[in-house]
């Protein structure tokens, strides 16, 4: 296991990725940032299969129980499951799932102080002559 000391006092820390963990890559995926924020809105902060499908456009079935599964398996979400008839499984974001939404908002506020010079910087780029 690799640990970094992110608390040093002085101000040499670098952003470095660890991609060979999965995780730079689940966090950029297309469903995984839609599934924590839908959790994140719950009524008591849990949710159930059913209303996440419908809650998020576009995702199949399939790739919402891959990302539940994976976001399960990292230690973000609990499946909690009630053996009722018919059997009723509920999600819901673990402290640690919480405190990547803080993390991800910091980034979405980045790209909102941002995104002007961002559309600009793409302008630009597609009208030049290349």
């Known amino acids: 296991m690799v640990s970094k000391n992110w ?3 002085d ?4 952003f470095e990725p660890y991609p060979s963990n999965g995780i730079c890559a ?4 297309k469903w995984t940032a839609q599934v924590i924020w839908h959790l994140s ?4 902060r849990r949710l159930r299969f059913s209303a996440l499908k419908s809650g998020i456009d576009g995702i ?3 790739m919402l129980t891959l990302t539940l599964r994976n976001l399960e398996r ?10 009722e008839v018919p059997p009723r499984v509920e999600y819901e974001l673990t402290d640690m799932g919480t405190e990547l939404l803080r993390a991800m908002e910091r980034v979405n506020a980045w790209i909102w102080d941002n995104l002007p ?6 302008r630009n780029y597609d009208q030049a002559d290349r």
């Open 7 to 9: 608390n040093q006092a």
């Open 11 to 14: 101000d040499e820390r670098s």
């Open 26 to 29: 689940k966090l950029g995926d």
């Open 41 to 44: 809105r719950a009524s008591g």
């Open 60 to 62: 199949t079935q399939r």
């Open 74 to 83: 990292d230690g973000l979400v609990i499946r909690h499951y009630f053996p």
């Open 117 to 122: 010079r961002i559309e600009e910087s793409r």
